[in-house]
């Protein structure tokens, strides 16, 4: 489909919408696919990522699920108050973008693109507002704190009625502020709840600042009517500025969780230099450029789409698509990435992938898809909140009329502190921020997290397996071992073979060749290779030699009698005198396996390794890496009911893979990882994607999944206790309303900070 083609929907028959600023734009085909993406699985129907402003509390995400869900052609919707972000699974044919603007505006929210959002102001709009309205409750906090503490510390007499009325009426005007300005987004979030027939978390917190700030006004006022008693400006500001903490701590955690996506997201570059057949260029928007198109890069920026080197050498940044921190050199018919940054030359690149077809789309998709995903515990605690909301409310008044008879602000004061305490900010915040902290930090670790939930699975896994090929080696040989005939030297053998070896793409060769890297090169006449036997050629006369033929390959190959079975791959050097070497070769053992084998066994997990290679094979390999237990020939049956045999003893089982092979056992198991470079279907079973063959990530997966449980199980522990402990204080009357806002306050600082713990990764030794 042509990117100006307008959609399907707009020549059909869908209902009219009031008008909207961009969104008759919105709805024009080549603006929506800026920030959507085809879904395989369902056929026609397109993922679309919007930002969405407005949201103050975990609680707004079922709102907005609601708003949404049934719109025309929405098949699915996931929203994640954390990141603020909202994802649509829709059918063009059936609905539009614009549709989706104008419901959540109706529910009393503001959606964007999610790329416009990333890359625009109102992100940093709101975080500078929400900045000054915790500057402005912080200083008015002090300044009537200040103004009450006479009033607690005074002993009877010492306040003539004319200075307490004064600095009254001095904390009256200072809370105002903060009344108006610094408590606007708790009022504007219950006041749309309320509208909509809904209790939000900000529904009894908005209640009970309006009672407090009410009745000390009353009493202000009216310093001999009923409520004349006492006041609580300070436990207003106090309760503001502690509750705008905790939020704009939260607002740090996800913008610092969500940095590595941003980042991604925002690494492309807006425009490039698109190079025309008749050499001359012009500078075009990044979304313009298609395949076969050339591209000419400046050391400095960053490769737009994925494409192959066809003029100039450089040096590109790759670590934040794979981990690896070393700039690796590239030069002419060399790939390169999308989202790598090129380091020293000028370069010149034909585009050979572009957009989601890049491996920097794939990763981008996979860590959106991510981000949106919700633990099952995190959907259990937004289910419950608005029934528990209900009951704080119906307890609140309850309260107040219990203690009524002892006097209209004692019970007001009850009743405040009892809405105040029992917010369950720290609740709804125990989990999301713990996982996404979690996720966060293994993103900037290389290591993607396609599934939230997995990291309460990863929490629980004993035992770890591995394939072979391709997962805990590498996929080039080399060798291992060599023998020569007597007379001739190891280092003679080698340079012989490796001048045979350079003229052969042969996997066998390719190791040859590495292993004779120093050597002495010679020159070789009559040079030919046989396909599927080896490579023979004419040493010429040398020192006094006269001129003889060397042959490099198999025994049959070199005239040599058939050897018996080997343990390992061989190639074998013959001359005319007969045998002069043989080459033992093996698989690479993958960088970093040893580490990954050694840290895995300090967390006490069994490791194993499967694979469909030769037995023998397998076990050597296995031991190489210091694992035990090892099976081969194993089809992706056998693995599949080798798995299944392991979760029915209660076994909890992680399996590595690369394979298409691996998909049903990566499928089957508690939690799948596979590396950066496995082929699509193995990444698509997978929890967790561990970018540049990284094999030690394997380790920094489990035991962050390990470290995540502990926090959420903190962070959980925290919250019922402290509800536990300060509701019936709050019901008996021994807890102030100041007392109540600290405590609520603590309690969801507590779960922020404790969650923020995850955001680095601990150093290993």
Same mark, same amino acid.
């Given at each position: 489909?042509?990117?100006?083609?307008?959609?399907?929907?707009?020549?059909?028959?869908?209902?009219?919408?009031?008008?909207?600023?961009?969104?008759?734009?919105?709805?024009?085909?080549?603006?929506?696919?800026?920030?959507?993406?085809?879904?395989?699985?369902?056929?026609?129907?397109?993922?679309?990522?919007?930002?969405?402003?407005?949201?103050?509390?975990?609680?707004?995400?079922?709102?907005?699920?609601?708003?949404?869900?049934?719109?025309?052609?929405?098949?699915?919707?996931?929203?994640?108050?954390?990141?603020?972000?909202?994802?649509?699974?829709?059918?063009?044919?059936?609905?539009?973008?614009?549709?989706?603007?104008?419901?959540?505006?109706?529910?009393?929210?503001?959606?964007?693109?999610?790329?416009?959002?990333?890359?625009?102001?109102?992100?940093?709009? /709101?975080?500078?507002?929400?900045?000054?309205?915790?500057?402005?409750?912080?200083?008015?906090?002090?300044?009537?704190?200040?103004? /009450?503490?006479?009033?607690?510390?005074?002993?009877?007499?010492?306040?003539?009625?004319?200075?307490?009325?004064?600095?009254?009426?001095?904390?009256?005007?200072?809370?105002?502020?903060?009344?108006?300005?610094?408590?606007?987004?708790?009022?504007?979030?219950?006041?749309?709840?309320?509208? #909509?027939?809904?209790?939000?978390?900000?529904?009894?917190?908005?209640?009970?600042?309006?009672?407090?700030?009410?009745?000390?006004?009353?009493?202000?006022?009216?310093?001999?009517?009923?409520?004349?008693?006492?006041?609580?400006?300070?436990?207003?500001?106090?309760?503001?500025?502690?509750?705008?903490?905790?939020?704009?701590?939260?607002?740090?955690?996800?913008?610092?969780?969500?940095?590595?996506?941003?980042?991604?997201?925002?690494?492309?570059?807006?425009?490039?230099?698109?190079?025309?057949?008749?050499?001359?260029?012009?500078?075009?928007?990044?979304?313009?450029?298609?395949?076969?198109? #050339?591209?000419?890069?400046?050391?400095?920026?960053?490769?737009?789409?994925?494409?192959?080197?066809?003029?100039?050498?450089?040096?590109?940044?790759?670590?934040?698509?794979?981990?690896?921190?070393?700039?690796?050199?590239?030069?002419?018919?060399?790939?390169?990435?999308?989202?790598?940054?090129?380091?020293?030359?000028?370069?010149?690149?034909?585009?050979?992938?572009?957009?989601?077809?890049?491996?920097?789309?794939?990763?981008?998709?996979?860590?959106?898809?991510?981000?949106?995903?919700?633990?099952?515990?995190?959907?259990?605690?937004?289910?419950?909140?608005?029934?528990?909301?209900?009951?704080?409310?119906?307890? /609140?008044?309850?309260?107040?009329?219990?203690?009524?008879?002892?006097?209209?602000?004692?019970?007001?004061?009850?009743?405040?502190?009892?809405?105040?305490?029992?917010?369950?900010?720290?609740?709804?915040?125990?989990?999301?921020?713990?996982?996404?902290?979690?996720?966060?930090?293994?993103?900037?670790?290389?290591?993607?997290?396609?599934?939230?939930?997995?990291?309460?699975?990863?929490?629980?896994?004993?035992?770890?397996?591995?394939?072979?090929?391709?997962?805990?080696?590498?996929?080039?040989?080399?060798?291992?071992?060599?023998?020569?005939?007597?007379?001739?030297?190891?280092?003679?053998?080698?340079?012989?073979?490796?001048?045979?070896?350079? #003229?052969?793409?042969?996997?066998?060769?390719?190791?040859?060749?590495?292993?004779?890297?120093?050597?002495?090169?010679?020159?070789?006449?009559?040079?030919?290779?046989?396909?599927?036997?080896?490579?023979?050629?004419?040493?010429?006369?040398?020192?006094? #030699?006269?001129?003889?033929?060397?042959?490099?390959?198999?025994?049959?190959?070199?005239?040599?009698?058939?050897?018996?079975?080997?343990?390992?791959?061989?190639?074998?050097?013959?001359?005319?005198?007969?045998?002069?070497?043989?080459?033992?070769?093996?698989?690479?053992?993958?960088?970093?396996?040893?580490?990954?084998?050694?840290?895995?066994?300090?967390?006490?997990?069994?490791?194993?390794?499967?694979?469909?290679?030769?037995?023998?094979?397998?076990?050597?390999?296995?031991?190489?890496?210091?694992?035990?237990?090892?099976?081969?020939?194993?089809?992706?049956?056998?693995?599949?009911?080798?798995?299944?045999?392991?979760?029915?003893?209660?076994?909890?089982?992680?399996?590595?893979?690369?394979?298409?092979?691996?998909?049903?056992?990566? /499928?089957?198991?508690?939690?799948?990882?596979?590396?950066?470079?496995?082929?699509?279907?193995?990444?698509?079973?997978?929890?967790?994607?561990?970018?540049?063959?990284?094999?030690?990530?394997?380790?920094?997966?489990?035991?962050?999944?390990?470290?995540?449980?502990?926090?959420?199980?903190?962070?959980?522990?925290?919250?019922?206790?402290?509800?536990?402990?300060?509701?019936?204080?709050?019901?008996?009357?021994?807890?102030?309303?100041?007392?109540?806002?600290?405590?609520?306050?603590?309690?969801?600082?507590?779960?922020?900070?404790?969650?923020?713990?995850?955001?680095?990764?601990?150093?290993?030794?």
């Amino acid at each position: 489909m042509q990117a100006a083609t307008l959609s399907p929907l707009l020549a059909g028959d869908v209902p009219a919408c009031a008008p909207h600023e961009g969104a008759a734009a919105i709805d024009l085909r080549e603006e929506w696919e800026t920030f959507s993406r085809p879904v395989a699985a369902r056929p026609g129907c397109w993922e679309s990522y919007l930002a969405i402003e407005g949201i103050y509390c975990a609680g707004c995400s079922l709102t907005i699920e609601q708003a949404l869900t049934g719109l025309p052609g929405v098949a699915e919707v996931d929203v994640n108050g954390s990141t603020a972000t909202a994802r649509l699974v829709w059918n063009p044919a059936q609905g539009r973008p614009s549709q989706w603007l104008h419901a959540l505006e109706r529910a009393g929210y503001r959606g964007l693109p999610a790329g416009d959002q990333l890359a625009a102001v109102p992100r940093r709009q /709101a975080q500078r507002l929400l900045l000054w309205r915790w500057l402005v409750a912080g200083f008015c906090m002090m300044q009537v704190m200040m103004y /009450a503490l006479p009033a607690y510390i005074a002993e009877p007499g010492d306040m003539t009625p004319d200075v307490a009325a004064l600095l009254r009426w001095a904390s009256w005007l200072l809370t105002l502020p903060v009344l108006l300005f610094s408590c606007s987004p708790f009022f504007s979030s219950a006041w749309r709840d309320l509208r #909509h027939g809904r209790i939000g978390m900000d529904v009894p917190v908005s209640i009970g600042i309006l009672i407090a700030f009410g009745a000390s006004t009353a009493a202000t006022f009216d310093p001999q009517g009923p409520l004349g008693g006492e006041v609580w400006y300070d436990s207003v500001t106090m309760f503001v500025f502690f509750l705008l903490s905790g939020r704009l701590l939260e607002q740090r955690l996800r913008d610092r969780t969500a940095g590595s996506l941003e980042a991604l997201m925002r690494r492309l570059p807006d425009t490039v230099e698109r190079v025309r057949a008749d050499g001359s260029s012009e500078r075009v928007p990044v979304r313009r450029i298609g395949v076969g198109d #050339h591209v000419r890069l400046q050391p400095g920026e960053v490769f737009p789409a994925d494409g192959e080197i066809l003029h100039g050498d450089t040096q590109v940044d790759e670590a934040l698509l794979t981990g690896e921190s070393t700039p690796v050199p590239r030069h002419k018919g060399q790939p390169v990435i999308a989202g790598s940054c090129n380091l020293s030359g000028t370069v010149l690149v034909a585009v050979q992938r572009v957009g989601d077809a890049t491996r920097f789309g794939q990763i981008v998709a996979l860590m959106e898809r991510a981000s949106h995903e919700k633990p099952a515990i995190a959907r259990l605690a937004d289910r419950i909140a608005s029934p528990f909301l209900g009951a704080v409310l119906v307890a /609140a008044a309850a309260a107040a009329w219990w203690w009524w008879p002892q006097g209209p602000g004692h019970a007001l004061g009850i009743a405040v502190a009892i809405l105040i305490v029992t917010c369950p900010c720290a609740l709804s915040l125990a989990t999301p921020a713990a996982t996404l902290a979690a996720a966060g930090a293994l993103a900037r670790r290389g290591i993607l997290v396609r599934r939230l939930e997995a990291l309460e699975s990863g929490a629980t896994v004993d035992t770890v397996i591995f394939d072979k090929t391709g997962t805990l080696t590498t996929d080039r040989i080399a060798v291992r071992a060599m023998r020569t005939r007597d007379g001739t030297s190891q280092a003679e053998a080698l340079t012989l073979a490796g001048a045979l070896a350079r #003229h052969s793409l042969h996997p066998a060769s390719r190791a040859i060749v590495a292993s004779s890297v120093g050597a002495p090169e010679i020159a070789l006449g009559e040079v030919q290779e046989h396909a599927g036997q080896g490579v023979e050629g004419v040493l010429p006369a040398l020192a006094g #030699h006269t001129p003889r033929r060397v042959r490099l390959g198999s025994a049959s190959f070199c005239g040599l009698r058939p050897a018996t079975e080997a343990e390992t791959p061989q190639v074998f050097l013959a001359d005319d005198r007969g045998w002069v070497a043989t080459f033992d070769l093996d698989e690479n053992l993958r960088t970093g396996a040893l580490a990954a084998v050694a840290g895995l066994r300090r967390m006490g997990a069994q490791l194993e390794v499967l694979s469909g290679d030769q037995t023998p094979a397998v076990q050597r390999l296995a031991g190489r890496a210091g694992i035990q237990k090892a099976l081969g020939r194993q089809t992706p049956q056998d693995k599949l009911d080798h798995v299944a045999q392991l979760q029915a003893a209660g076994r909890r089982v992680a399996m590595v893979g690369d394979g298409m092979n691996d998909g049903p056992v990566l /499928a089957r198991a508690d939690v799948s990882i596979a590396l950066g470079e496995a082929v699509p279907v193995a990444q698509a079973r997978s929890d967790f994607i561990i970018q540049g063959g990284q094999l030690d990530g394997v380790a920094v997966v489990l035991r962050q999944a390990r470290r995540s449980r502990a926090v959420v199980r903190q962070n959980l522990f925290w919250a019922a206790a402290y509800n536990a402990v300060c509701v019936p204080l709050a019901v008996a009357g021994m807890m102030p309303p100041w007392l109540a806002g600290l405590g609520m306050a603590a309690s969801s600082l507590f779960v922020v900070l404790n969650a923020a713990r995850l955001a680095r990764l601990p150093k290993v030794a």
